[in-house]
């Protein structure tokens, strides 16, 4: 099937999360952290999505949201084009599901393999004991924890860090959702393992018409992991484009040192320092402005139009590709 005949899974629009950061006499909020600031893009079925920049940049919030574990500020979130407030919590997440980070934070230590995977069946109330039984050792099975019923019993503690991951894919599998948001679902995992639990994923998200958004602040990883990538940037979108465009037609500033950095993997190779300024900006009560000013390494050559006007927005500038900086709107980058 067509990407044009496919429907739009996620739907965002406006999304905004601000956490107080300075309250004042009466408990009155003085100063927000602008965690995610008028975000915007979609996802249709069977695709994936990958967010990246740097940490603090609202990556995380953004996923934390779209699961229902933080409510949004401001603007909106739609699953098969329905506001994600009109799903009843239960069956909202047998629709979206989460991978977390840390596989030893997200696995409780006191349940069982069986027990972990199966928690959403008995939430659910879906199958007998015995179809419950089965149903885990099929997913345990399909993301190569082998032979299943030796880890059924088992205990977290007992797996490496690369099998409590693969147990918590399982989870997010067990209700067969349509879209899992995974959080840098393997940088606490050694290298020798990660390139093993990408591979898994793709191939889940074949077998399963998954789509994932996958937070990331690494490039190379979103090139082999997703379709489109999504560039933040203290609460923004900076650039939006097919993958394999974006890596090599990078047009926003950011995007360009973001490629600057990503290590060659070549002894010989010399690189110089990534083309930005400074450090990232604390992203309390930003100025309106582009959030990128204060770093941007074009800021003294392009005059006072990015200084003076409000952040821009995100504009397609060619087919697919869309960028937010008024420079790269008006040809001069």
Not at 20 to 41: C, G
Not at 296 to 324: A, N
Request: hydrophobic share 40%; net charge negative; proline share 8%.
């Amino acid at each position: 099937m067509s990407s044009e005949n496919k429907k739009v899974l996620l739907e965002i629009k406006g999304l905004k999360k601000f956490f107080p950061a300075e309250r004042a006499l009466f408990a009155r909020v003085k100063h927000f952290v602008h965690a995610v600031d008028d975000v915007s893009f979609d996802i249709i079925e069977g695709e994936s999505l990958g967010l990246v920049g740097e940490s603090g940049c609202g990556k995380t919030t953004t996923g934390r949201m779209i699961v229902r574990l933080e409510d949004p500020t401001a603007g909106t979130i739609k699953i098969y084009d329905k506001p994600v407030n009109d799903y009843e919590r239960m069956n909202y997440h047998s629709i979206v599901q989460m991978i977390f980070q840390d596989p030893y934070e997200s696995l409780n230590p006191r349940m069982t393999i069986f027990d972990i995977v199966a928690e959403p069946l008995n939430i659910h109330n879906i199958g007998t004991l015995e179809e419950r039984e089965a149903k885990v050792m099929e997913l345990l099975q399909k993301v190569g924890i082998t032979p299943p019923e030796s880890f059924l019993w088992r205990y977290p503690h007992e797996l490496s860090g690369g099998q409590r991951q693969r147990i918590a894919i399982a989870r997010a599998l067990v209700l067969n959702p349509k879209l899992i948001v995974a959080d840098e679902p393997t940088s606490m995992l050694d290298v020798s393992v990660r390139t093993g639990v990408m591979q898994l994923m793709m191939q889940l998200q074949s077998d399963y018409n998954v789509s994932y958004l996958y937070i990331t602040h690494d490039l190379a990883v979103a090139r082999y992991m997703v379709n489109r990538i999504a560039v933040m940037y203290l609460g923004k979108l900076v650039e939006l484009a097919e993958t394999e465009e974006l890596l090599h037609n990078p047009l926003h500033p950011y995007t360009k040192s973001l490629m600057d950095a990503v290590p060659v993997p070549d002894p010989e190779y010399k690189r110089g320092e990534p083309n930005i300024l400074g450090s990232i900006s604390a992203p309390i009560d930003p100025l309106p402005i582009c959030r990128f000013y204060d770093r941007c390494p074009y800021r003294e050559i392009l005059g006072d139009r990015c200084k003076t006007q409000p952040h821009p927005e995100l504009k397609e500038v060619s087919p697919g590709h869309f960028v937010s900086c008024y420079p790269v709107h008006e040809g001069k980058l």
